[in-house]
């Protein structure tokens, strides 16, 4: 008898988990609009707008560190919980800060939430989806993100003629899908492998059955047990013992990859890119809205792919062909016209949409082994965090002393690093259940 599913309740749970994405593309896109208005009100220079973008990140790593280990111990729920409250207080926070400091604590405990939902909303839909369309799943998680990204570029855009208060107005929207989030968790089910993990069969079956039918409840139980063994308790120090060390590694070159790759400078610092080659305030605001919408277009793309192709040959894709167009872009830049830099940006954001944006996360939610899932993802996206904020902290200054075209021939660079170590190092996980992933490793 073959599994059969419920894809009502399998979809319903995962949407709402990954409204916690949305919230992640939210503060990720919020300041791209919102920093023109910040310069002005907080006086920034190269530094000081290289920090205040990067503080999300500082936050993020501060999150992770806490729902690692937070999530194993208390469960996937309460970690998405607490994070939709932080959410929701920073955003107000943000919007009402009389001061520099004031606006860039507000901004940490963003990221604080950013950080734990970034982690916890891929891995707790990884852990409910079955195994032949469980990258599927995870990306609705990304495709969130973009989501967010794009709403937030388009009221940034119609909040841009408001008045010097108008970032106020833009953080302060926050609050709206926070809320949303934090009454949909409230009605999702613990993660089934975490219950069973925790000595709660009967729990963990319940939800199971809310899945899948008796099959697939048998066999996923079945397969959970055999990867449980030993010691229990997790931390840090779990996630580098020498048998999980070669995944963790993989793990954390992948993370820090999808940062170091470059695309999110064109993401954050858009305005600062078009203004370089003479673009008005308002077609720098309306380029950002212009990339979110082919990076929700791609990101429908990859969710068609990533259970078809697999996610080695999507990922090898995307870091070669963005080690392609970062030199187009760069030499279009270098030369300072502008003709044609629109065409060659929105093209390396629609290749990174389809590969390594949706797929990082896919990989970082279902290579790590059961036991010690948490706090492995948490070291990962950690690792990932801490990569986003040297990103764009450095950018400002790159820009000011070298100029963008040598940022993009850096970072076209890096991925052909990139590209050889996925060809080499990566192994293919499409079609496979999380315990086979991990048997897979333990082998090697």
């Not at 993989?250 to 673009?279: R, W």
Request: some cysteine; proline content about 4%.
């Amino acid at each position: 008898m073959r599994a059969s599913y419920n894809w009502t309740f399998l979809i319903t749970v995962s949407l709402v988990t990954a409204m916690g994405g949305y919230l992640f593309g939210f503060d990720f896109a919020v300041i791209t609009g919102g920093l023109p208005f910040l310069r002005a009100a907080f006086g920034l220079d190269s530094f000081w707008e290289g920090f205040t973008t990067g503080t999300l990140a500082l936050g993020c790593i501060a999150g992770c560190l806490f729902a690692g280990s937070f999530a194993d111990k208390y469960g996937r729920r309460p970690g998405l919980l607490f994070a939709a409250s932080v959410f929701c207080i920073s955003s107000l926070a943000m919007a009402l800060a009389p001061n520099l400091p004031f606006f860039l604590t507000g901004r940490f405990f963003a990221g604080t939430g950013v950080g734990m939902a970034s982690m916890l909303s891929p891995m707790y839909i990884a852990e409910v989806s079955p195994p032949e369309v469980r990258g599927r799943m995870v990306t609705i998680n990304q495709l969130t993100i973009v989501l967010g990204q794009v709403i937030t570029h388009f009221e940034n855009f119609q909040l841009r003629n408001t008045g010097p208060d108008a970032w106020r107005w833009m953080f302060g929207l926050g609050m709206v899908p926070s809320l949303l989030f934090l009454i949909g968790v409230f009605f999702v089910p613990e993660s089934p492998r975490w219950l069973l993990r925790a000595g709660r069969e009967a729990d963990s079956r319940e939800v199971l059955e809310r899945i899948g039918n008796n099959d697939f409840v048998e066999n996923t139980v079945a397969a959970i047990r055999q990867t449980l063994h030993g010691e229990t308790k997790t931390n840090f120090r779990s996630a580098f013992r020498k048998a999980v060390l070669p995944v963790m590694i993989i793990g954390i070159c992948l993370a820090v990859f999808q940062q170091f790759c470059g695309i999110n400078v064109v993401f954050n610092y858009t305005t600062n890119i078009f203004k370089s080659v003479g673009a008005s305030s308002s077609e720098q605001l309306l380029q950002a809205v212009y990339i979110s919408l082919v990076n929700l277009v791609f990101t429908l793309v990859a969710m068609t792919l990533v259970d078809k192709w697999g996610r080695k040959s999507l990922m090898l894709i995307g870091a070669g062909g963005l080690a392609i167009l970062y030199i187009v872009i760069g030499y279009i830049l270098f030369r300072g016209s502008g003709t044609g830099l629109s065409v060659f940006i929105l093209m390396a954001i629609g290749v990174y949409a389809m590969s390594l944006a949706p797929l990082t996360w896919v990989l970082i939610s279902e290579i790590f082994p059961n036991q010690i899932r948490g706090v492995a993802t948490s070291v990962a996206v950690i690792s990932l965090w801490l990569a986003y904020f040297v990103l764009v902290f450095t950018f400002p200054m790159i820009e000011k002393h070298f100029g963008d075209a040598v940022a993009f021939w850096a970072y076209s660079v890096i991925c052909v690093f990139g590209f050889m170590f996925i060809w080499k190092k990566l192994p293919e996980t499409k079609g496979k259940s999380l315990e086979a992933i991990e048997s897979e490793f333990a082998k090697h």
